[in-house]
């Protein structure tokens, strides 16, 4: 199982059974998935709480606080992608211009803003392009990319170790698994 | 092998994990959302009533919202998140509040990571976060579990709850004496669940295996990779926990 929305799809899974008439022992589920057993055994853990949740009166004032919490949330991302992939790489174009002129999807401009994409593996070309649809020198393109990503919106979790960025991909394994750009797209990358 | 699936003009795009769909009611939603103008859509979605006719349901805003920003229409999207944010934030409250953090601050804290982690997910357009477009209430449910579980663990580790002990500086000794075989009974297993946010993990899982799953002592150590003993220590701890709870209570 692929870790994130296989989980997701357990997770219902094993939600939807607790709720039946005669729910399927936790036993059988680690038997089934013994290697989300840690996963199992948190969630039966939780699960008395989190039945609770669902019964607590409404409280007007801490709603408030929370809503003002998850508007801040969204105000940063909203900052981010708003201002910083309008300003330093596109200064006037929206992404999906960008996108077009670059011949590649929003996701990968998405990708390239967040320096999330290795700099050794972008092509000469691919910067060259940006520096010529951002007016730029190829300098500032190179001086911007080449710098450690950039963690994502709001990710200032709190943990005992430091957050750490996302492991940076090679481009052209980004190109090739990138679900919006059309195979001639595509084929353009690979071949340089 | 090509992963794009093709696009039909008018049709939602297939999910991206072979043998996952979202349900048909949200396909027909998607479906009259893509033909509308960012402010229909916009209007639509502000509409809060659940039973009402029009409602869109949260997964197909996630699906519009992607879909917009894949267009660049970031505005749009960033509006679409902020009415997801305002239609969660009761839920997200409720399942932060049954955990009693006991510092408002990391109550506060919490509710930011758990949107956080929304936003990063609304915007990821890969099959990592497509299940947001199936279940998004059981994806919310899992990402707030996750968040508070981690902030219960720093909140105790600022608010050291008071040593077990017999008011005298003697810690007993438990592990061998411990002997309540007896299982909470169902109502009893009701009422208790709101005290078993005042649990360590380890002594919270310990003990919803003993009296929630009647697992056997055997069973939960060797599961849990621990000793017979620990399970014992583990539940008397929890027991004496809870029975200063109830003291507290009564």
């Known amino acids: 199982m692929e870790k994130t929305h296989d989980l997701d799809m357990l997770f219902a899974q094993w939600s939807a059974d607790r709720q039946a008439a005669a729910p399927t022992p936790l036993r059988i589920w680690l038997d089934r998935y013994p290697e989300h057993a840690a996963d199992l055994l948190q969630w039966a853990a939780q699960a008395p709480l989190a039945d609770r949740a669902e019964t607590l009166y409404t409280d007007p004032e801490g709603e408030a606080r929370t809503l003002a919490a998850g508007l801040k949330a969204v105000a940063e991302f909203r900052a981010r992608y708003e201002t910083s992939l309008t300003s330093l790489l596109t200064r006037g174009l929206n992404a999906t211009s960008l996108a077009e002129r670059l011949s590649l999807s929003v996701p990968l401009v998405f990708k390239l803003e967040r320096r999330l994409l290795s700099f050794a593996s972008l092509p000469a070309v691919l910067i060259d392009r940006l520096a010529e649809a951002l007016q730029v020198t190829e300098r500032q393109v190179r001086d911007y990319l080449n710098q450690p990503p950039t963690l994502a919106a709001g990710a200032n979790y709190r943990a005992d170790s430091a957050p750490k960025a996302v492991r940076q991909q090679d481009f052209l394994q980004a190109v090739r698994t990138d679900h919006e750009m059309t195979e001639e797209q595509k084929a353009f990358w690979s071949k340089i | 092998m090509d992963e794009r699936q093709p696009l039909v ?26 033909s509308v103008s960012s402010a229909e859509l916009k209007r639509r979605a502000q509409m809060a009533d659940r039973a009402a006719p029009g409602f869109v349901k ?3 805003l996630v699906y519009m919202l992607r879909e917009k920003a894949r267009h660049g229409d970031m505005h749009t999207a960033g509006d679409l998140a902020e009415l997801l944010v305002k239609r969660c934030s009761p839920f997200v409250h409720k399942h932060i509040a049954a955990w009693k953090l006991r510092s408002p601050s990391h109550v506060e804290e919490c509710a930011f990571d758990v949107f956080s982690r929304l936003m990063q997910d609304l915007f990821e357009f890969g099959p990592s976060s497509e ?16 968040c508070v579980q981690k902030y219960q663990g720093v909140d105790r580790h600022e608010f050291q709850p008071d040593p077990l002990d017999d008011g005298k500086g003697h810690q007993t000794d438990v592990m061998e004496t411990w002997a309540d075989t007896r299982r909470l009974t169902p109502q009893e297993r009701m009422e208790i669940r709101e005290a078993l946010a005042l649990l360590p993990d380890k002594e919270r899982l310990t003990f919803v295996l003993w009296h929630y799953e009647e697992w ?9 990779q621990i000793s017979d003993r620990a399970v014992r220590y583990r539940l008397e701890r929890a027991e004496e926990r809870l029975a200063a709870w109830r003291a507290g209570q009564s």
């Open chain 2, 9 to 34: 003009p008018g049709l939602p795009r297939p999910l991206q994990t072979a043998g996952r769909c979202r349900e048909v009611d949200v396909e027909e939603q998607i479906c009259a959302l893509l």
């Open chain 2, 58 to 60: 949260e997964e197909a």
């Open chain 2, 131 to 146: 299940f947001w477009e199936v279940r998004f209430w059981v994806c919310l449910k899992r990402r707030v579990l996750n």
């Open chain 2, 216 to 224: 056997t002592q055997e069973e939960i150590a060797r599961h849990l």
